[in-house]
């Protein structure tokens, strides 16, 4: 991977090779920090980069970040200006991903998560896709069982518990796998390594709810306001058996790294007719509209980097949004 020009670190934009830790690092030791993923999404039409759910998924990495007792110095306003401002020294013309990282800083030893100081990085580079082939996913359930809320909470992006994701993924892929999907410690299917789940039974989509271990994924949320609301369909958060993958006629992961990709065969099953169903397929064309800002009932979510920069006033929204594009960092 290239590496990005710049960092947002220490409060500022500072070049990539400044934004450095010591060896001694308590979250490096410990996996004491949280973290984000976004994405940017180029459209070529308006030549605009959009970047997606920004208040929300800061919001997500500020709640994480109190799970592990964090006090950060930003509020989300100022992360989200903070990446915007990220974004145009970077100057991506591009499809891009972002990395928001908290962590405790502290060079120290003792396992702990009380009297240490958190900093702030924010890292973009150029991404494309995560998996190989978004509409020809082949899964496995994993022996690894998903952390829980009482382990560490998985409701929270947490570096460490990262590990659990690490192990499931490997084994997957080493088996000849694109992806995991991982049961809970009850046994019910939660979600992907790193991207949440859903199936397609009996002309209802089904999603495990909050309450089963997973992250509250972002894309998890996007998605069920779009199949609701903009494909009309109706979709049920409830727990959700093993062998109800195998019966399911269509199954789907989402995440921003994924963004909306068809399982079309479980350990060697094929799901459905082993071929992206329709609802996948739906889905997927509304979630790429959306994120490149081509939805004006969606264009809230969608946070004009490059128009916030050039006139202030007017944010490049022709369906309004409301949101106010460009905050200044508090340092
Ligand atoms: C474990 C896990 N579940 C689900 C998701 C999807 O979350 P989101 O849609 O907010 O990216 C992610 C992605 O970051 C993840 O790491």
Redesign the pocket.
């Known amino acids: 991977m290239k590496l990005p020009r710049h960092a947002f670190f220490g409060g500022r934009v500072v070049p990539y090779a400044e934004a450095k830790v010591g060896v001694l690092t308590h979250a490096l030791n410990y996996g004491t920090g949280v973290f984000a993923?976004l994405r940017g999404y180029w459209n070529t039409e308006e030549e605009e980069l959009f970047l997606f759910r920004p208040s929300d998924h800061f919001q997500r990495f500020l709640e994480s970040a109190k799970l592990l007792g964090m006090e950060l110095a930003f509020t989300g306003e100022d992360l989200v200006s903070a990446a915007l401002e990220l974004l145009r020294t970077e100057a991506y013309r591009e499809d891009c991903y972002l990395r928001p990282l908290a962590f405790y800083a502290d060079e120290a030893i003792g396992v702990r998560l009380h009297g240490l100081t958190p900093q702030v990085s924010i890292v973009a580079f150029p991404y494309g896709q995560y998996l190989p082939d978004e509409e020809a996913v082949h899964a496995t359930i994993s022996s690894w069982r998903r952390v829980d809320d009482n382990m560490i909470p998985a409701r929270g992006?947490i570096v460490g518990s990262y590990v659990n994701?690490a192990l499931a993924k490997t084994d997957a892929q080493r088996s000849g796998f694109d992806e995991a999907i991982v049961l809970n410690a009850d046994g019910h299917v939660c979600?992907?390594?790193?991207?949440?789940l859903f199936l397609v039974r009996n002309g209802a989509v089904v999603t495990p709810p909050v309450t089963d271990n997973?992250?509250e994924?972002?894309?998890?949320r996007t998605a069920i306001e779009l199949l609701a609301d903009g494909l009309k369909l109706d979709v049920v958060e409830r727990p959700i058996d093993r062998t109800e993958i195998y019966l399911a006629s269509e199954a789907f992961f989402?995440?921003?790294?994924v963004q909306v990709a068809a399982i079309t065969r479980v350990d060697h099953r094929p799901i459905g007719t082993g071929t992206i169903g329709p609802v996948a397929r739906d889905l997927r064309r509304l979630y790429f509209d959306t994120v490149r800002g081509k939805r004006p009932e969606y264009r809230k979510w969608c946070w004009p980097v490059y128009a916030g920069e050039r006139d202030l006033a007017s944010p490049a929204s022709p369906g309004g949004g409301g949101e106010k594009p460009h905050l200044r960092v508090a340092r």
């Open positions: 993923g992006k994701s979600e992907g390594s790193a991207e949440n997973i992250l994924g972002i894309t998890r989402t995440g921003t790294g």
